[in-house]
């Protein structure tokens, strides 16, 4: 069985929790992530707090083999350190053909006032990589030495796992709406970050997916330039407890209520299957760590019923709280297969 994880909205809509959740509620077998440093995913499991931004958020499952893709960019420094720091040594492995962001890509856009002024990058040396993969400029994984014993030819080990009915979890980037073609561009990143994208970037075509689940937060949020409707002043966020900062930059997020035609259009771009929502606790505080459907707030069970109404999809997931137990699991009711 394939799985893929995306977000609906900006990023930042807690793809690392529900990928955590899955790696430890189902039999994943494998994980991969695509994308790059640009993006960082938070896992808060067992007291702690993990802020991912090459590893697969599925580490935290110790049986699980975690991949990153042959479309990911790589830093090696970061990809070293967090091999370190999470002790995943002997289970995550690299597409040979993954990119390989050097010092020198950090220093171009660094260099860039548009990219620093304008559009509000991340400069950490995503675009000026991608630059030079189209022009067939960058090294690959399989140039550096010092990752000889990570690298994979991911296509054969994906196909093997899938082929003895094995399951394989994606963990997509970023959000449907920084999506290079179907984003607010020139708002945007440097790939494609719908469920097409990701999974070009895997090296597997949509006949082997089984499952889109898109991620939305019950508000949204953005960091940087670019539109968001509905976007509130800054007091208003304060106020309704909705301040937070990017894992990456350190950035404060804009945000703005629930934007349903956003929702809409993105089930539609991705293909989605289900969604999984989180943050329930932020818009109704009175479902906080709450983990069974029949024990949320009459009106927040009222809210998640009317989205699956204009969606058309089911609600799956309910993230309730920062943990990553904090979820209701609705897929076994909602007869969704795991």
Same mark, same amino acid.
């Given at each position: ?8 909205? !900006? *990023?930042? $809509?807690?793809k ?7 790696? +430890?509620? %189902? $039999?994943?077998?494998a994980?991969? @992530?695509? #994308?790059?440093? =640009? ?6 499991? #067992?007291?702690?707090? !993990? ?7 599925? !580490? ?21 350190r ?8 002997? @289970? ?19 260099? %860039?006032?548009?990219?620093? =002024?304008?559009?509000?990058?991340? /400069? ?12 067939? @400029? ?14 994979v %030819? ?16 994606? $963990? *997509?980037?970023? *959000? ?22 990701? +999974?070009?970037?895997? *090296?597997?075509?949509p ?8 991620? !939305? ?10 539109? /968001?409707?509905? &976007?509130?002043? +800054? ?5 309704? #407890? ?7 930059? #350190? ?17 539609? /771009? ?27 707030p009459? $009106?927040?069970?009222?809210?998640? &019923?009317?989205?699956e ?29 795991k």
């Amino acid at each position: 069985m394939l799985s893929v994880v995306v977000g609906g909205f !900006f *990023g930042d $809509e807690g793809k690392g929790k529900v990928v955590a959740y899955l790696a +430890l509620n %189902d $039999e994943v077998n494998a994980a991969v @992530r695509v #994308g790059s440093v =640009n993006a960082g995913h938070t896992v808060i499991w #067992g007291g702690k707090e !993990f802020k991912l931004r090459i590893v697969p958020s599925a !580490f935290v499952n110790g049986g699980c083999k975690l991949y990153i893709g042959a479309g990911s960019l790589v830093r090696l420094d970061v990809f070293f350190r967090e091999v370190t720091t999470l002790g995943v040594a002997g @289970r995550v492995f690299v597409d040979r053909n993954a990119g390989i962001i050097e010092d020198k890509h950090v220093e171009t856009e660094a260099g %860039d006032e548009y990219l620093r =002024n304008s559009i509000g990058s991340t /400069l950490q040396g995503v675009g000026a990589a991608m630059v030079d993969r189209v022009m067939r @400029r960058l090294k690959l994984a399989k140039d550096f030495p010092e990752l000889s014993t990570y690298l994979v %030819d991911l296509v054969d080990e994906l196909w093997r796992i899938l082929n003895s009915g094995g399951n394989v979890l994606i $963990e *997509g980037t970023q *959000g449907t709406y920084l999506s290079l073609y179907h984003g607010t561009y020139p708002y945007v990143t440097s790939r494609d970050t719908t469920a097409s994208g990701i +999974l070009s970037e895997v *090296g597997l075509g949509p006949k082997h997916v089984d499952e889109v689940i898109l991620v !939305f937060k019950s508000y949204v949020t953005r960091v940087g330039s670019g539109p /968001l409707p509905g &976007e509130l002043p +800054l007091e208003e966020v304060i106020n309704r #407890g909705w301040l937070e900062r990017a894992s990456v930059t #350190g950035r404060m997020r804009r945000a703005a209520p629930f934007d349903y035609d956003l929702a809409k259009r993105a089930v539609i /771009l991705n293909s989605a299957t289900q969604a999984a929502l989180t943050c329930l606790d932020k818009v109704f505080p009175s479902s906080a760590r709450v983990r069974e459907w029949g024990k949320l707030p009459p $009106e927040a069970k009222r809210w998640v &019923e009317d989205l699956e109404d204009v969606i058309g999809i089911p609600v799956t997931l309910i993230g309730t709280g920062d943990d990553v137990t904090h979820m209701i699991d609705r897929r076994k009711d909602l007869g969704v297969t795991k």
